[in-house]
């Protein structure tokens, strides 16, 4: 059974930091492509940034470009999405969510390229 589970979301202050875990368990994530989205009330589903393959390529959205880093540690089997510079449209609920790198298709920004998801974790920026 596939399972991802986010962790680290927080309340923080407008330029503030917070990193974001995605753990997973029955697959491991350096065989999948593996995507960071949000999801504001009211809002479709965002893509944030992604990372797949042993070259570990990156993408990030025009938002988050620059502030944002998506790393992966194989050991763990966790994914993070370091969040700097945060800013008051930063706010979401943000999902990981992972796809077999065979199934990996563009746009990778788009939430119907992935298969599995998790349950989110809220991030909330304080002005």
């Known amino acids: 059974q596939v399972q991802l589970v986010e962790s680290g979301g927080a309340l923080v202050q407008t330029g503030g930091s917070l990193t974001l875990s995605c753990t997973a368990s029955g697959i491991a994530l350096e065989s999948y492509g593996i995507g960071w989205f949000r999801q504001a009330p009211g809002e479709e589903r965002e893509g944030v940034s992604t990372l797949g393959g042993r070259e570990g390529r990156t993408i990030y959205s025009d938002a988050v470009k620059g502030r944002f880093t998506i790393s992966r540690d194989n050991a763990k089997n966790t994914v993070y999405l370091q969040m700097n510079s945060l800013k008051p449209e930063d706010p979401a609920v943000y999902y990981c969510?992972?796809?077999?790198?065979?199934?990996?298709?563009?746009?990778?920004?788009?939430?119907?390229?992935?298969?599995?998801w998790g349950q989110g974790t809220q991030v909330t920026v304080s002005s």
């Open positions: 969510a992972a796809v077999p790198l065979s199934q990996w298709l563009s746009p990778r920004l788009s939430p119907y390229v992935y298969d599995y």
